[in-house]
């Protein structure tokens, strides 16, 4: 897709997997595309939908969650596209888990079981649930890998005020005990996720997407435990399975390592794997829409003008 660029645009910025533009410095466009990243890095070829998938479940979720927290979201104009308030952004991902499981597993199992000031019971297998969630935060990296952060280094930094601290504690408990709940209706389980706050004035705002599996990890709930007993992998929801496909290939990031080629098959599996996610994630079908780019910027330039009038 080529850039678009709209009246009174003040910046744009090309994200791993998103578009964003700001318009005024009081709103903001994001387009999600259908480019797919793993390892920090780019991969070369498109996945079909993928934006689609992505920006529809982050704009239920949203819609879904208004009643615990005012989000940036004013409108979703096209199939790929979200249109919202600009917030001044707290440089922290409120990461939380429900259980021990990927980046948490991998600390717990190397013999540490404090994680971002945290401490993880004793006694625990890969996926078990933890007793009650816990939130191990990480810097908002404007470049490179996040980092894992406690909360006596955030306010000694001044990521946030201890007031701030508390709010943005209360809403991710409440928001992770919400998004669990609408999984559970889908026969799945929120394992974990990330939530990104900012302020609107001097109003705290839940931004950017929720609840995705770009942004979290499901698991199936039919044959959990029993594969815990027997000690078998989980069924996962989240792009994990690409992650494998890399891994096996011998590619995780690394300088001099070469991203293995990408089939026309693999490309397909992908973008099914993605549409499977939202239809059970979401429990309605999907209907794959492709709007002209003329379309999508005559959709976006009517609700900016609606916004504006408004």
């Known amino acids: 897709m080529n850039q678009f660029n709209f009246p009174n645009q003040t910046s744009f910025y090309a994200g791993k997997v998103r578009d964003v533009y700001t318009i005024e410095e009081k709103y903001l466009v994001m387009v999600a595309s259908d480019r797919i990243s793993a390892f920090d890095v780019i991969l070369p070829r498109l996945i079909p939908f993928k934006g689609q998938v992505l920006n529809q479940i982050a704009a239920y979720m949203l819609s879904k969650t208004t009643d615990i927290c005012e989000n940036w979201l004013i409108d979703a104009p096209a199939p790929n596209v979200s249109f919202g308030h600009k917030c001044e952004p707290f440089k922290i991902e409120m990461v939380i888990r429900g259980n021990l499981v990927g980046h948490a597993w991998r600390t717990y199992n190397s013999g540490n079981n404090i994680l971002c000031g945290q401490t993880m019971p004793d006694g625990l297998k890969e996926n078990d649930f933890f007793p009650t969630p816990l939130i191990t935060p ?93 000690g078998e992998r989980q069924l996962q929801l989240s792009k994990e399975f690409v992650r494998e496909w890399l891994i096996q290939n011998d590619f995780m990031g690394k300088e001099g390592q070469v991203v293995p ?28 829409t492709t709007l002209s780019e003329q379309e ?12 504006k009038d408004s």
């Open 138 to 230: 990480s810097t908002k990296a404007s470049a490179g890998h996040d980092e894992d952060i406690s909360e006596e280094e955030i306010l000694k930094q001044g990521l946030a005020t201890a007031s701030e601290w508390e709010t943005l504690k209360e809403i991710t408990f409440k928001l992770f005990e919400r998004g669990r709940a609408l999984a559970n209706k889908q026969g799945l389980i929120l394992a974990d996720t990330k939530y990104e706050f900012g302020k609107l004035g001097d109003r705290i705002v839940l931004m950017d997407e929720i609840h995705t599996p770009d942004s979290s990890r499901y698991f199936y709930q039919e044959g959990f435990e029993e594969r815990q007993i027997r």
């Open 261 to 288: 080629e990408m089939t026309e098959d693999w490309i397909n599996t992908i973008s099914a794997r993605y549409i499977e996610l939202y239809e059970k994630i979401i429990g309605e079908d999907f209907v794959p």
């Open 296 to 307: 999508t910027e005559k959709r976006i330039l009517a609700t900016i003008k609606k916004t």
